[in-house]
T-cell receptor
Framework: KQEVTQIPAALSVPEGENLVLNCSFT??????LQWFRQDPGKGLTSLLL?????REQTSGRLNASLDKSSGRSTLYIAASQPGDSATYLC?????????FGAGTILRVKS | DAGVIQSPRHEVTEMGQEVTLRCKLI?????LFWYRQTMMRGLELLIY????????DSGMPEDRFSAKMPNASFSTLKIQPSEPRDSAVYFC????????????FGPGTRLTVL
């Protein structure tokens, strides 16, 4: 069964701190892995997409890594800001099917 | 580009009523995915279309749910008859290509069935 797990479920940090969100998946036969952000009551915003042949992607203060062999991905957020507060979802693509993790709820305190 | 457009944004209906959710893809995209999000089950794929053709509907929960894509840019998800356990946020996502490219999500429709 293809499962995606995100740890931690919730995280609260002071502004300015660097942080890491973790995602693990049971089936390593992936096409790609995508990190999303979801604000309360809103839709999903794509942050980073890593193809299965890539090791990492960077966008601004965000860096996502992928280790297919170990079934893991991390999302690194540098110098966190209160505006980063949201739920972060990891989704793994298996042949046109996205399997989502339950998400990590992040709160950055000012 | 207006992004993915979903309507209505909120729907409150009574058990047994028919509900129709609508989605308009981003121009130039040719794949569409319908998802459902609940607290208990998270985000689940319901059905996926490519070039107007349903490719995978294994996530559709039961026969009360049906989805159509009458043209290249528009899709409907219908629930008939609706039940309280259908209450959820329904998202559609638009993709350029066959599906393993970046998925762009609409704002969602929050459905409440009383």
């Amino acid at each position: 069964k293809q499962e995606v797990t995100q740890i931690p479920a919730a995280l609260s940090v002071p502004e300015g701190e660097n942080l890491v969100l973790n995602c693990s998946f049971t089936d390593s036969a992936i096409y790609n892995l995508q990190w999303f952000r979801q604000d309360p009551g809103k839709g999903l915003t794509s942050l980073l997409l890593i193809q299965s042949s890539q090791r990492e992607q960077t966008s601004g203060r965000l860096n996502a890594s992928l280790d297919k062999s170990s079934g893991r991905s991390t999302l690194y957020i540098a110098a966190s800001q209160p505006g980063d507060s949201a739920t972060y979802l990891c989704a793994v693509e298996y042949g046109n099917k996205l399997v989502f993790g339950a998400g990590t709820i992040l709160r950055v305190k000012s | 580009d207006a992004g993915v457009i979903q309507s209505p944004r909120h729907e409150v209906t009574e058990m047994g009523q028919e509900v129709t959710l609508r989605c308009k893809l981003i121009s130039g995209h040719n794949s569409l995915f319908w998802y459902r999000q609940t607290m208990m089950r998270g985000l689940e794929l319901l059905i996926y279309f490519n070039n107007n053709v349903p490719i995978d509907d294994s996530g559709m929960p039961e026969d009360r749910f049906s989805a159509k894509m009458p043209n290249a840019s528009f899709s409907t998800l219908k629930i008939q008859p609706s039940e309280p356990r259908d209450s959820a946020v329904y998202f559609c996502a638009s993709v350029r290509g066959a599906g393993w490219d970046e998925q762009f999500f609409g704002p969602g429709t929050r459905l409440t069935v009383l």
